[in-house]
């Protein structure tokens, strides 16, 4: 690996002018913005990298890219990806344009270097050094790279999973993303929670109102906040009547797993700008909530007024938007009609739910032997073993595209503690990016 490994820094202004290209392009799929352009340009870099693809396009989705090497070896590794981003705002606290991948002290700044793009291009640059040291590859690759994860739910590769489940079929997936943690190591993923998101909807009068009809006109805005103060209480549990009843608890061995975690609580906290956790949970408990717990969560909320100054106004219309994070054995539709059932049982039926279908939670045996190939990988690459994360807080398709396939799954990726992640200043070090493309050829290189 030594020759790959001098290749891929020989040749490391290359593929870091690759990943700034690619972080120019707007692909925010919320906006549907730039997304096909972008989709192609994976296609090209994936064709550079020696690994034939196509566009996976059909009517109402974003673009899929989807690419194969030969089918000549005895087994395959699938790589998942994603080449949409969040949006970007917002953007007052961007201290260079999100789209000008400006890399500054070491640190590539960017939306979507960290989410997922970063990642994805370590992969392909992992192919492409591979083949121009070795010639060719030992087990088959495959590809496949959607454009609706931050937005669509990845409704349509879901689509693809249950009709054309061929393209999937892989021995081992490696998911999309992973951090790099301070002392070195790799963080890898063996898991993430599912996720159902909604939109509750107050209507009140047909039109905005003058703020003095408030003692006669019920406001739509008081009504949600009743509402939602039936959902969770102080203690931060969920009050919705069935939520937690298929909620299993950690095994022993994922117990000690959760021990050997480390969250590095106080660098945390004073990167946040905060003095404490949750309930002021600390160690094994706050572990176990993060990885194990489902939570609810208020993304935001809308009603009225709200720029600058004053207008005294009763508005006819309140909206919030919440994310349900579940974990195995939680189903989003029964999740959704619990919640259903609970405003109603509360007197709120007048409250509109909108949702989407939601994914599954997902977990992977950290005691499969092609597990433990990319875990070795990961020591002989660092030097230094990587840390188990037996489920990703975030959420993702994994489910429907691996396990519910039969294929486990594990990620690693380029970021840091301090990525910052769907918010300004997204961020990875280059030195983590190519280091992510030698960790994905080490991973490759295992296979011979």
């Known amino acids: 690996m030594e020759q790959v490994y001098r290749y891929i820094d020989e040749n490391k202004e290359m593929y870091v002018q690759w990943l700034q290209d690619l972080c120019k392009l707007p692909s925010v799929s919320t906006y549907d913005q730039s ?30 890219v989807y690419g194969q090497t030969s089918r000549d070896k005895e087994s395959t590794i699938s790589f998942y990806n994603h080449y949409d981003v969040q949006p970007e705002d917002p953007l007052e606290l ?4 999100p789209f000008a991948a400006e890399i500054r002290e070491g640190k590539l700044i960017a939306r979507g270097s960290a989410d997922n793009k970063g990642a994805l291009m370590a992969r392909i640059c992992a ?4 083949q121009k040291v070795y010639g060719r590859l030992p087990v088959n690759i495959k590809f496949l790279i959607e454009g609706e994860e931050e937005s669509g739910g990845s409704r349509h590769i879901k689509h693809i999973a249950a009709t054309q489940p061929e393209l999937l079929q892989a021995d081992l997936c490696i998911w999309e993303n992973g951090f790099v943690n301070n002392d070195g190591s790799f963080e890898v993923k063996l898991g993430n929670k599912g996720l159902l998101f909604v939109k509750l909807v107050a209507k009140g009068a047909n039109t905005d109102l003058h703020s003095s009809h408030a003692s006669i006109i019920e406001n739509p805005a008081w ?10 209480n102080d203690r931060d549990e969920v009050l919705i009547e069935h939520f937690y009843d298929k909620v299993a608890k950690p095994t022993e061995g994922e117990k000690e797993i959760l021990e050997q975690m480390d969250l590095e609580e106080e660098e945390m906290l004073a990167r946040l700008g905060l003095d404490r ?3 002021d949970l600390r160690g094994n408990e706050l572990r176990e909530k993060l990885v194990f717990q489902p939570t609810c969560n208020i993304c935001g909320i809308e009603s009225g007024y709200t720029g600058k100054g004053s207008k005294t ?4 219309e309140a909206w919030v938007k919440i994310d349900f994070r579940l974990v195995p054995n939680q189903v989003p539709k029964e999740i959704l009609q619990h919640l259903r059932n609970h405003l109603d049982r509360h007197g709120f039926q007048d409250i509109e739910i909108i949702a989407n279908e939601g994914t599954q939670a997902a977990k992977t045996d950290p005691g499969h032997p092609l597990v433990k190939k990319v875990m070795k990988a990961a020591s002989k690459m660092k030097g230094i073993p990587p840390r188990v994360i037996l489920m990703n807080p975030g959420s993702g398709p994994m489910y429907a595209l691996c396990q519910q396939l039969g ?7 380029v970021g840091n503690p301090d990525s910052r992640k769907h918010a300004p200043n997204e961020n990875i070090l280059i030195k983590d990016y190519l280091d992510g493309i030698k ?4 991973v490759i290189h295992e296979w011979a």
Do not use: C
């Not at 989709?39 to 690994?51: D, F, I, P, R, T």
């Not at 009504?223 to 969770?232: D, F, S």
């Not at 106004?313 to 006819?316: A, D, F």
């Not at 960790?439 to 080490?442: G, K, L, Q, R």
């Open 127 to 130: 192919v492409h050094a591979y």
């Open 223 to 232: 009504r949600l906040v009743w509402a939602l103060n039936t959902l969770k």
């Open 94 to 97: 961007w201290e260079s344009p």
């Open 277 to 279: 956790f949750i309930r």
């Open 35 to 64: 997304m096909k352009e972008t989709a192609e340009v994976v296609k090209q870099y994936l064709s550079e990298a020696g690994v034939p693809a196509e566009i996976l396009d059909m009517p109402g989705q974003q673009p899929v």
């Open 439 to 442: 960790m994905a050829a080490t």
């Open 407 to 413: 294929i486990p799954a594990i990620g690693f990726g």
């Open 313 to 316: 106004v009763l508005p006819s």
